[in-house]
């Protein structure tokens, strides 16, 4: 049974950082992409980061470009999303999923991390 549990969220300040990880089970991340998705109250959830199975080739939405890193651990079959330089408009709940730049189980949502930037 695929699994993904987000961990790491929490209260920052507007240009603070965190770092969100992602425990992924029931498949080999080594074989597989996976992306961050982010949703605030009121919108649709958004693409922040994906990264191919290999590790290459990040893509990263443009309004966390330079300011998110997206990494992952095979070994630990663990996804993360470093954050720097956070900003109010990046508070939203956070979520993994496999797959590069669209979920690849949509009905295996985690409960995702909330993070809340605010002063």
């Known amino acids: 049974q695929v699994q993904f549990v987000e961990s790491g969220g929490g209260l920052v300040h507007p240009g603070g950082s965190l770092r969100l990880s992602c425990a992924a089970s029931?498949?080999?991340?080594?074989?597989?992409?996976m992306s961050w998705y982010r949703q605030a109250p009121g919108k649709e959830r958004e693409l922040v980061a994906g990264?191919?199975?290999?590790?290459?080739?990040?893509l990263y939405a443009d309004s966390v470009k330079g300011r998110f890193t997206i990494s992952k651990d095979n070994a630990k079959n663990t996804v993360y999303l470093q954050m720097n330089n956070l900003k109010p408009e990046d508070t939203a709940v956070y979520l993994c999923?496999?797959?590069?730049?669209?979920?690849?189980?949509?009905?295996?949502w985690g409960q995702g991390t909330q993070v809340t930037v605010s002063s």
């Open positions: 999923n496999a797959g590069f730049a669209y979920p690849q189980h949509p009905n295996s």
């Open positions: 029931g498949f080999f991340l080594w074989r597989s992409a």
């Open positions: 990264i191919k199975s290999d590790g290459s080739g990040p």
